[in-house]
């Protein structure tokens, strides 16, 4: 069995971002996710061309950098 470094239970927002930058400074990592998509509930599917939040709206205050 491979080792890894580290083993992310979900693929939301958390553990989709710490297995990116985990990956960026080296190490290696397994995601496990249950559901059939990634990003948690702020996961989102294209209906008529617009993006709809499937788990209820979601509105990021970010600074944009
Ligand atoms: C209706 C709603 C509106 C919101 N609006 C905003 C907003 O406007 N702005 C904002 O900043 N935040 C908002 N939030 C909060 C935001 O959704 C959360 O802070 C963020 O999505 C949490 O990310 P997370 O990765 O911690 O958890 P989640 O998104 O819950 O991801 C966890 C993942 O782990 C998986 N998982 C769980 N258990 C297991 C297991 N045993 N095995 C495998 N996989 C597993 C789940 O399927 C899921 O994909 C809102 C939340 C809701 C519900």
Redesign the pocket.
Same mark, same amino acid.
């Given at each position: 069995m491979k080792a890894y470094d580290y083993l992310v239970?979900? =693929? /939301?927002?958390?553990?989709?971002v710490f297995a990116h930058e985990a990956a960026l400074r080296g190490k290696t990592i397994q995601v496990?996710?249950?559901?059939d998509h990634? =990003? /948690?509930?702020?996961?989102t599917h294209e209906v008529d061309g617009i993006q709809v939040?499937q788990?209820?709206?979601?509105?990021?205050?970010t600074s944009g950098a």
């Open positions: 239970v979900g =693929a /939301g927002l958390f553990g989709a496990i996710e249950k559901r990634i =990003a /948690g509930n702020i996961y939040h788990y209820g709206a979601h509105i990021f205050h």
